[in-house]
């Protein structure tokens, strides 16, 4: 209730009270004395009234107009007074003056008058409040899409997606002149969908769309058109293209569509009827009898493959446009944009930081240098160097260090061995990503970690690749095997990778000869209500065969470990040994290890390199990266999206 409601609200109360007090204090501290009536008779013999006004048996004794004293009348047979009272009357000639005992005075009718008066004032006021604003108890059915007419959002905030902002760039040109594209029979798309992982930046792009066509904006998530009241998501949907049709040109988005947009006749049990009236609703609105020209829905998922069929067709949704993940040049302009108002250290590369972040979303670039600024405003900076940035990269990746974890002696050796298996494997194999940092310091739910990182974003991955893959995250297992002589529960998450990745490789990718090229596993993602009754397309027989092939290649791989880490066991000592008297090594150790040098030589190694790092005990890591960024520079532009499965396979996190 708004505050001038409340104030006229207060006002009629208070009005109301006054009235009532009034009449109270009137009728009790001012009315006439109250006598007996056998008092009356004495007051009519002394002369003391000369009029008497009869009221519902209440008796007014009057003396010269006045009211004096009033008396309650006894009520004998048929009302009729005592006849002592009567000859006293008579006897005096005292006029006698009756009223109808069902005629109430003019204040018994203003209470009950204003009570009804106040109580329709504030129904009255609980109606307007509800149909103009406030609660909005009696307007649910009314859309819930916010408006915003003056967005800043522009396409030059949009960083890492050239091809994406080309295909929205005519959407806009569409929007600013319809004309130019109608003389020629161009239609206007009706429907864009932007489909791709999570942070990409779809709704960003949405916002730079209608910021550059400098039109309304309507926004509303997929949820908010299905409530509990049946009927309100297809209300909510006229309601909203009803007001779209008065700001045209406009765009309206719609954020995680796949709420309301999943295919029809998947509900189970039919309790999804109310969900698909809405999809019918918006059917209807974005193709159906009537034309809305002029109005542009954009909408955001990254399930497309649940979606309804006629919700994707040309005539709604006209385009699909995949936002993926960036590659490195789109990693180096998006940490360019949002470290615009970030002071940097001069000595910070964007070209290191975008290689060393392949996989990363937008949003987690955006995360990491929001990470490095906590971080540095933490330690009483005034600028943010490649210190706080490599660290901020880890934090996002693996979660903050946990020093202060207690940690036996028993478990660091452990975690020490396993972590060094897993460098030296990846050293050894040909195919593996090169070691960046190797630590026994717990991070999130990791209590070491092998972080190794691409040199450029491959598109593909090939079986050697996966192959020495499988081997690589082995190590750690096999280290275990050879010098522990027993195997901890550290090695869990690298063999779920394993089993993974090798009945991929069976099942989805063709690299098993005895299996052939087919493939007898879809990658989507199960839908329940469509899939629920799939069953496996080949025999027991056929299944017997993929598990013996998966099988195959891990044992394969798990021999070819041993058989590498026998063959190297002075490395994996010594390296272990550094590991548990410093923690962390990075690429240099790494290679020294590798290289026989000697324990005592590389404590000295690492000694010289912190001195001469002072503060910044990551400059190693940079000028490392620095050298190899030259070398591909020219490159880089040839570097393609990094797909799901690489960028899987290449997730650097090790639990150990």
């Known amino acids: 209730m708004s505050k001038t409601s409340k104030?006229?609200?207060?006002?009629?109360?208070?009005?109301?009270?006054?009235?009532?007090?009034?009449?109270?204090?009137?009728?009790?501290?001012?009315?006439?004395?109250?006598?007996?009536?056998?008092?009356?008779d004495d007051k009519i013999l002394a002369g003391d009234i000369d009029e008497i006004e009869v009221d519902n048996y209440i008796y007014y004794g009057l003396k010269n107009g006045s009211v004096k004293f009033k008396a309650p009348g006894p009520r004998g047979e048929n009302n009729v007074i005592t006849d002592t009272f009567w000859d006293a009357v008579n006897a005096k000639g005292i006029k006698v003056s009756y009223t109808d005992p069902n005629a109430g005075s003019f204040m018994s009718y203003l209470v009950p008058l204003l009570g009804v008066i106040l109580l329709c004032v504030v129904f009255w006021l609980i109606i307007r409040q509800t149909q103009g604003g406030g609660s909005k108890a009696m307007s649910f059915a009314k859309t819930k899409a916010r408006v915003n007419s003056n967005i800043k959002v522009r396409f030059s905030d949009v960083a890492g997606a050239e091809?994406?902002?080309?295909?929205?760039?005519?959407?806009?040109?569409?929007?600013?002149?319809?004309?130019?594209?109608?003389?020629?029979?161009?239609?206007?798309?009706?429907?864009?969908?932007?489909?791709?992982?999570?942070g990409t930046?779809?709704?960003?792009?949405?916002?730079?769309?209608?910021g550059e066509a400098n039109v309304p904006f309507f926004s509303i998530s997929g949820s908010d058109f299905v409530e509990m009241f049946v009927g309100v998501g297809a209300s909510r949907v006229r309601d909203l293209f009803d007001a779209a049709k008065k700001s045209q040109?406009?765009?309206?988005?719609?954020d995680e569509i796949d709420a309301v947009g999943r295919q029809r006749g998947t509900g189970l049990g039919g309790g999804h009827d109310e969900r698909e009236q809405t999809l019918n609703q918006l059917l209807v609105q974005m193709d159906g009898f009537e034309t809305n020209e002029g109005i542009i829905v954009m909408a955001a998922t990254n399930r497309a493959d649940i979606l309804d069929p006629a919700l994707l067709r040309p005539g709604r949704?006209?385009?699909?446009?995949?936002?993926?993940?960036?590659?490195?040049?789109?990693?180096?302009?998006?940490?360019?944009?949002?470290?615009?108002?970030k002071p940097l250290e001069a000595d910070v590369n964007f070209k290191?930081?975008?290689?060393?972040?392949?996989?990363?979303?937008?949003?987690?670039?955006?995360?990491?240098?929001?990470?490095?600024?906590?971080?540095?405003?933490?330690a009483s900076k005034k600028m943010i160097s490649n210190h706080e940035l490599f660290e901020g990269i880890n934090k996002v990746l693996l979660g903050p260090q946990k020093k202060s974890r207690l940690v036996t002696e028993s478990d660091k050796r452990i975690t020490a061995y396993h972590e060094s298996g897993h460098a030296i494997i990846a050293k050894l194999c040909k195919h593996c990503d090169p070691v960046q940092e190797v630590s026994i310091i717990a991070r999130g739910m990791a209590a070491g970690y092998t972080m190794t990182?691409?040199?450029?974003?491959?598109?593909?991955?090939?079986?050697?690749?996966?192959?020495?893959?499988?081997?690589?995250?082995?190590?750690g297992r096999v280290a275990e095997e050879l010098v522990i002589k027993d195997v901890s529960t550290g090695a869990s998450n690298d063999l779920q990778r394993v089993t993974e990745i090798a009945r991929k490789m069976v099942t989805e990718w063709g690299m098993s000869e005895r299996v052939g090229l087919v493939t007898y596993r879809s990658d989507n993602p199960i839908f329940l209500g469509r899939d629920m009754e799939a069953h496996n397309s080949y025999s027991e027989e056929t299944a017997g065969i993929i598990d013996e092939?998966?099988?195959?290649?891990?044992?394969?791989?798990?021999?070819?470990?041993?058989?590498?880490?026998?063959?190297?066991?002075?490395?994996?000592?010594n390296m272990a040994r550094v590991l548990i008297e410093r923690e962390t090594i990075y690429t240099d150790e790494v290679d020294m290890l590798m290289e026989g040098k000697g324990v005592d030589e590389v404590y000295s190694y690492m000694d010289k390199k912190e001195k001469a790092a002072q503060e910044n005990p990551f400059n190693r890591v940079l000028n490392k990266f620095s050298a190899e960024s030259e070398k591909k520079e020219s490159g880089a532009g040839s570097e393609k999206d990094t797909t799901s499965e690489s960028s899987e396979a290449k997730d650097p996190q090790d639990k150990a």
Not at 167 to 193: H, T
């Open 163 to 198: 091809e994406e902002k080309a295909e929205l760039a005519e959407v806009v040109e569409f929007l600013k002149s319809p004309k130019k594209f109608s003389d020629l029979g161009a239609r206007i798309p009706k429907g864009v969908l932007l489909v791709g992982p999570p």
């Open 549 to 573: 092939e998966v099988h195959k290649i891990i044992e394969t791989a798990h021999a070819r470990a041993v058989k590498l880490l026998t063959e190297n066991r002075k490395v994996l000592d």
């Open 249 to 254: 040109p406009c765009i309206v988005f719609i």
């Open 352 to 378: 290191v930081l975008a290689r060393m972040t392949s996989g990363f979303s937008g949003a987690d670039l955006e995360n990491l240098l929001n990470e490095a600024a906590i971080l540095a405003a933490r």
């Open 453 to 475: 990182r691409p040199d450029n974003d491959d598109n593909h991955l090939t079986k050697d690749k996966l192959t020495d893959l499988v081997c690589e995250l082995l190590g």
């Open 317 to 341: 949704f006209d385009r699909q446009i995949h936002v993926n993940l960036p590659d490195v040049r789109g990693r180096e302009q998006i940490l360019k944009v949002h470290a615009r108002n």
């Open 201 to 210: 930046g779809k709704t960003l792009f949405a916002k730079a769309v209608a």
């Open 7 to 40: 104030v006229l609200l207060w006002v009629l109360l208070g009005v109301v009270l006054i009235m009532v007090l009034s009449v109270v204090l009137s009728t009790t501290l001012m009315g006439p004395e109250t006598i007996d009536f056998s008092e009356m």
